[in-house]
């Protein structure tokens, strides 16, 4: 089966699909829409992956150059001739193909284009509705996804629903458990508005002020850097935040291991990532309670909730973990389970290898 993989483009999430499709024994050509603007994955393009080079690829997407790329693009489908194209995030990748003419079109959320960029404005509403309503089909990793895509026009029949999960082998529990004195929250969200991560610095403020014995993590970087070193700094709490900045995949496992909690303060989100390896990993996982991270997190059970851009509730529930330290074993051996019932890559993957094959015959 030819392939052909449009996203956005070369991120941790990119390799693990072009790996799999590449496994399977496609033939697979792979399309960046975007210049990597901060690289996200250290490891080179699978093998027996084609990258393509077209008029894209260089630089951000401009609604101005969508002509030109929407032409480009039909060149490519004509040249290549694929069995299906594979793209996301729903109003640039997505769309683009579905401009082309060509079919069948698997479009693919990747949370973030129906969970906040659908809500710019009018035009990226009306986008969005255009490429459901003309897809061949739909892939996301949440339920809450998939029924924003069926709100806007995507038929809920030609909608499949996987975690995209990780590699159970390469993030797993620390093989040891010792409890030093330090409490070690753990936090590897990018330092943007969407992802909350300021929550996580106030709150860690007033946690810090009544127990001298934690300390954060944060990795990634952003556009919220200056803000959150000032929230930091200004309460005299800065030399207990560790700054590890971008973490290659091979080493990120050993970050979870020298954390006693996960935290994701996120604003929106699918099925993240970033919680399933924390998961994997055997951490308790403390989340804000939107619904995708309700989907993952039981309360008391393999973590926590709390209010949604709340750090007051994000404190009290930071120190409540703290107060059952004792526990947080037992949690972690939940989380592991909970990763090894939903998200495992290897048996998620082939959920969308079955999609492919479905596709092609209906076609």
């Given at each position: 089966?030819?392939?052909?993989?449009?996203?956005?483009?070369?991120?941790t999430?990119?390799?693990r699909?072009?790996?799999?499709?590449?496994?399977?024994?496609?033939?697979?050509?792979?399309?960046?829409?975007?210049?990597?603007?901060?690289?996200?994955?250290?490891?080179?393009?699978?093998?027996?992956?084609?990258?393509?080079?077209?008029?894209?690829?260089?630089?951000?997407?401009?609604?101005s150059?969508?002509?030109?790329?929407?032409?480009?693009?039909?060149?490519?489908?004509?040249?290549?001739?694929?069995?299906?194209?594979?793209?996301?995030?729903?109003?640039?990748?997505?769309?683009?193909?579905?401009?082309?003419?060509?079919?069948?079109?698997?479009?693919?959320?990747?949370?973030?284009?129906?969970?906040?960029?659908?809500?710019?404005?009018?035009?990226?509403?009306?986008?969005?509705?255009?490429?459901?309503?003309?897809?061949?089909?739909?892939?996301?990793?949440?339920?809450v996804?998939?029924?924003?895509?069926?709100?806007?026009?995507?038929?809920?029949?030609?909608?499949?629903?996987?975690?995209?999960?990780?590699?159970?082998?390469?993030?797993?529990?620390?093989?040891?458990?010792?409890?030093?004195?330090?409490?070690?929250?753990?936090?590897?969200?990018?330092?943007?508005?969407?992802?909350?991560?300021?929550?996580?610095?106030?709150?860690?403020?007033?946690?810090?002020?009544?127990?001298?014995?934690?300390?954060?993590?944060?990795?990634?970087?952003?556009?919220?850097?200056?803000?959150?070193?000032?929230?930091?700094?200004?309460?005299?709490?800065?030399?207990?935040?560790?700054?590890?900045?971008?973490?290659?995949?091979?080493?990120?496992?050993?970050?979870?291991?020298?954390?006693?909690?996960?935290?994701?303060?996120?604003?929106?989100?699918?099925?993240?990532?970033?919680?399933?390896?924390?998961?994997?990993c055997?951490?308790?996982?403390?989340?804000?309670?939107?619904?995708?991270?309700?989907?993952?997190?039981?309360?008391?059970?393999?973590?926590?909730?709390?209010?949604?851009?709340?750090?007051?509730?994000?404190?009290?529930?930071?120190?409540?973990?703290?107060?059952?330290?004792?526990?947080?074993?037992?949690?972690?051996?939940?989380s592991?389970?909970?990763?090894?019932?939903?998200?495992?890559?290897?048996?998620?993957?082939?959920?969308?290898?079955n999609?492919?094959?479905?596709?092609?015959?209906?076609?």
């Open positions: 089966m030819r392939i052909l993989y449009f996203t956005l483009g070369y991120s999430h990119d390799y699909f072009l790996k799999s499709i590449s496994d399977e024994g496609h033939e697979i050509f792979f399309v960046q829409l975007e210049g990597n603007r901060r690289q996200m994955e250290d490891r080179p393009v699978p093998e027996n992956v084609t990258q393509v080079i077209w008029k894209g690829g260089r630089e951000p997407f401009r609604w150059n969508l002509a030109k790329l929407a032409f480009d693009f039909r060149r490519l489908t004509k040249e290549i001739k694929p069995d299906l194209i594979h793209a996301g995030p729903i109003q640039t990748c997505a769309f683009i193909a579905v401009l082309s003419g060509f079919r069948p079109v698997l479009s693919m959320s990747w949370g973030f284009d129906l969970m906040d960029d659908v809500h710019r404005s009018k035009w990226w509403e009306g986008v969005t509705r255009y490429t459901l309503k003309r897809s061949t089909f739909f892939t996301s990793d949440a339920n996804t998939k029924d924003k895509a069926v709100a806007c026009g995507m038929n809920p029949e030609k909608t499949v629903v996987f975690p995209w999960g990780v590699d159970l082998e390469h993030f797993k529990p620390k093989p040891f458990d010792l409890q030093p004195l330090t409490f070690t929250l753990f936090c590897n969200r990018s330092w943007e508005a969407r992802y909350g991560v300021d929550v996580l610095a106030r709150a860690f403020v007033k946690v810090a002020q009544q127990n001298e014995n934690v300390d954060l993590i944060l990795l990634n970087g952003g556009s919220q850097s200056a803000q959150l070193r000032q929230i930091l700094q200004s309460e005299g709490v800065l030399d207990r935040v560790t700054f590890g900045g971008q973490i290659s995949q091979t080493d990120l496992p050993r970050w979870y291991h020298m954390a006693d909690v996960y935290i994701s303060p996120s604003h929106v989100d699918g099925s993240s990532v970033s919680l399933m390896e924390a998961l994997a055997g951490l308790p996982c403390l989340v804000s309670d939107i619904p995708a991270n309700k989907e993952w997190i039981v309360e008391n059970e393999n973590g926590w909730l709390f209010q949604d851009g709340d750090a007051d509730s994000l404190a009290e529930k930071i120190l409540a973990a703290i107060s059952q330290r004792e526990k947080l074993s037992e949690i972690g051996r939940a592991r389970r909970s990763a090894e019932m939903r998200a495992d890559w290897k048996k998620n993957a082939k959920v969308l290898m999609s492919y094959r479905s596709l092609i015959e209906r076609n």
